[in-house]
């Protein structure tokens, strides 16, 4: 029996166990959408713009390991997704965006809400397709949820013109997929391995660099069988946390621009980095000549133009970290013993020494709220047990530096592309992953503002995401970088015209609170967790609270400046450019 | 340096724009850029002559192959190869300069492909040197258009990696 490519593009979701998708109606996709009408078994988030909708596809991705799926309209529907489409590539998640297109025939001809979206989305999908013909549908759907979630995972979208969508072909479903110029590297070379294994065990002062390819391919086991086995120090990247216990006692944190004191230490002293998936971007090595100056590094990521993009590689190795780590690990226990927690005593000792000499702090107060103390609140109550989305800029790096994640996949944060209102449509796909699991947006008063029509997306779902704003009515980090170096001249930093969050969420249905002193912190967190129901804290905090320690860009990682320099004028002259 | 970089793709629409954004979005030069057929019509070949030191060259490479349309990637200047281009030029002589285009032609072994009555075509074929000489004596000679393919390259057989 014939079915008509909007059934069969049903079929293919079901065959790959697709249950929720994330979309938007229109025009072109009207076909597809009728037949979700009747469809018991798929269920369609409809968010509130198509942004929200390829972030919370996004944020499902994240937080289940499985691929998210948008669906939207042709032209501006498409359009409205890049900026989501752009946030996946960046941080390697598998997000398969659907868009409508106009007729074939029709292609090209400037046609209402016709837009080159395959075109326009080519650099920052991992691949993209244009179905011209529906007998042609099932395959391409196979093919891209295979490349989508296989190698280094990464978005892929699939643009169905309308005639695609209303012709009819058999459906025939693909078990087997080969795509010939398509073949992932997942085993490691073995010298490379048994080079690496060696530098391990030769190493004096090695440390573990742990990125987000370490939670996308499920190795996060084998970097702890590695630190604890060859008593290694890790530090993780923003994309990395999660990966490594932040309680741990062999963990750093996060490194680079906004990185702990003794991250930064211990890698610019290092002897060796074992980096694995992760990719040296300029937030993690600050000024790449001065970075890790006496280190060998060994690299494991899957995708060869990882390495050596960014820094010099002494020992690469492309292939999966999680086979690459065991083998490793094997190698390493083969040599018998090895007296390893007498090799690293000094090591381990002058970190922790480095972690004494400079914790990270803030100030405490009774009068004003610290954004950190909020963060800080919700750890403890939370006991970290909770699915923590962010937005961008100060609220992310005070949650990366505050909230001790110790499971993969529970910071969910836009870390490449760096997306303001990223937090809280993640949350929502994160929550539909997760019925039952708390998730909490920790947002800023700027970047809430830029995907707070979801509201309604959350309180129709009764999804009971929590957001909590920390609100000092800037856009704070640009605000911090304008006081820091460009003479305290905020221009257009200042939000001093915003809306009432509390009146916001009730008029939306769903529930608001708000903290004006550091006492109303903890009942306001407790009651909102107690609610079964979206809720959004606005908590005002004083806006002058800038995140340290911070390297000014462009600078060694190890040249940072911390908080305690706040007053002293000289100092703060340096970091004028 | 200068490396002649051969790409065995997928004979698919879009595929060159995906090689050539690759380039522009990361601002790798592109000095010329040829695309055929190859004996399977669904595979095409491509001749990418680009510029860049060591660790732009890995990068480049590592890139093209990371195009899930790209099959294989090949950096001729690692090996013995062959390299040739063609130029097609119409050139109108002065009629007492004619005998000595043609003797041009004739040294660099073109041929003439078509003749006017003002001008004669020439067709020029061979590496990269012999066509720059070649233009630049036929310079003088009043060109009136010119066409350039930019190259292509083979490995000779049973080389290994220089």
Redesign the interface.
């Given at each position: 029996m014939k079915l008509s490519g909007a059934e069969i593009f049903i079929e293919c979701l079901k065959k790959e166990k697709v249950n929720t998708i994330f979309g938007y109606p229109g025009g072109v996709v009207l076909n597809i959408f009728d037949v979700l009408y009747d469809d018991k078994d798929l269920k369609l988030i409809l968010t509130r713009h198509e942004q929200g909708a390829v972030h919370a596809a996004d944020g499902y991705a994240r937080a289940s390991g499985k691929p998210g799926v948008a669906l939207v309209t042709s032209g501006p529907g498409a359009t409205n997704t890049v900026t989501g489409i752009a946030n996946a590539s960046m941080d390697s998640i598998p997000v398969i965006v659907f868009s409508g297109q106009v007729p074939t025939l029709l292609i090209g001809n400037d046609a209402f809400q016709e837009a080159d979206i395959?075109?326009i989305t080519?650099?920052c999908t991992?691949?993209n397709f244009?179905v011209k013909d529906v007998n042609d549908l099932s395959r391409i759907v196979r093919e891209a949820f295979y490349?989508a979630t296989t190698g280094r995972p990464g978005p892929v979208l699939i643009d169905l013109p309308k005639d695609v969508t209303s012709g009819k072909a058999d459906f025939l479903w693909p078990e087997k997929i080969r795509?010939?110029?398509?073949n992932p590297i997942y085993e490691g070379n073995r010298w490379m391995i048994t080079q690496a294994a060696n530098e391990i065990s030769k190493a004096k002062k090695p440390i573990i660099l742990s990125g987000g390819g370490v939670i996308l391919s499920g190795g996060h086991k084998e970097v702890k069988e590695l630190a604890e086995y060859a008593q290694v120090p890790v530090t993780m990247t923003l994309m990395g946390l999660g990966g490594f216990p932040g309680t741990h006692a062999l963990s750093l944190g996060m490194l680079g621009m906004h990185g702990t004191y003794y991250a930064n230490m211990a890698i610019q002293n290092s002897d060796l980095i074992v980096a694995i998936g992760a990719r040296f971007d300029d937030r993690v090595t600050g000024k790449v000549d001065a970075f890790a100056p006496h280190a060998k590094i060994i690299h494991i990521d899957i995708?060869?133009?990882s390495i050596?993009?960014n820094v010099r590689v002494d020992i690469p190795i492309v292939g999966d970290v999680k086979l690459v780590l065991r083998d490793i690990i094997k190698i390493l226990k083969e040599k018998g013993k090895i007296q390893w927690v007498e090799i690293r005593k000094a090591w381990l000792k002058k970190i922790d020494e480095w972690k004494k000499e400079r914790p990270l702090t803030y100030q405490k107060d009774d009068i004003v709220i610290r954004p950190q103390f909020v963060i800080e609140k919700i750890y403890e109550i939370t006991k970290g047990d909770a699915i923590i989305t962010t937005e961008v800029g100060q609220n992310q790096m005070w949650t990366a530096q505050f909230f001790k994640f110790d499971k993969p996949r529970t910071l969910l944060t836009s870390g490449g592309l760096g997306t303001m209102g990223y937090g809280f449509p993640a949350a929502i796909g994160a929550q539909l992953a997760f019925p039952d699991k708390l998730v909490i947006d920790i947002a800023g008063d700027g970047s809430i503002q830029m995907n707070i029509q979801e509201l309604a997306t959350a309180v129709i779902h009764k999804l009971p995401v929590k957001v909590a704003i920390l609100n000092n009515q800037y856009l704070g980090m640009v605000r911090q970088w304008q006081e820091l170096f460009f003479r305290e001249r905020y221009s257009y930093s200042h939000l001093d015209v915003a809306p009432d969050f509390v009146k916001v969420a009730e008029a939306y249905g769903a529930v608001g609170f708000r903290a004006t002193k550091p006492s109303e912190v903890e009942p306001i967190i407790k009651d909102a967790i107690k609610i079964k129901k979206t809720v959004f804290m606005d908590f005002r905090v004083n806006w002058k609270e800038k995140v340290y320690p911070m390297v000014p860009a462009g600078g060694a990682i190890d040249q940072m400046l911390y908080e305690e320099e706040e007053n002293k004028p000289e100092k703060k002259l340096r970091a004028v450019k | 340096m200068r490396h002649t970089i051969s790409v065995l793709?997928?004979n698919k629409f879009?595929v060159l724009?995906?090689i050539s954004?690759l380039f522009s979005?990361r601002g790798y030069n592109i000095e010329s850029l040829t695309v055929g057929e190859t004996i399977d019509p669904q595979i095409s070949i491509m001749t990418i002559v680009t510029t860049g030191d060591d660790?732009i060259i890995?990068?480049i490479t590592?890139?093209l192959?990371?195009l899930?349309?790209?099959?294989k990637v090949t950096d001729m200047t690692e090996l013995d190869h062959v390299e040739r281009e063609m130029v097609l030029v119409k050139v109108a002589p002065k009629q007492e300069d004619k005998a000595e285009v043609l003797r041009l032609a004739e040294i660099f072994r073109g041929r003439v492909v078509d003749s006017g009555l003002t001008t004669y075509t020439l067709e020029i074929t061979g590496d990269e040197k012999k066509i720059e000489a070649f233009i630049e004596l036929i310079k003088p000679y009043s060109i009136k258009e010119f066409a350039r393919t930019g190259k292509v390259a083979i490995s000779r057989e049973g080389v290994k990696k220089k």
């Open positions: 395959v075109g080519r650099p991992k691949y244009l490349i795509i010939r110029s398509y995708d060869p133009t050596r993009k | 793709v997928e879009g724009s995906r954004g979005g660790q890995e990068q590592k890139q192959n990371k899930i349309d790209v099959i």
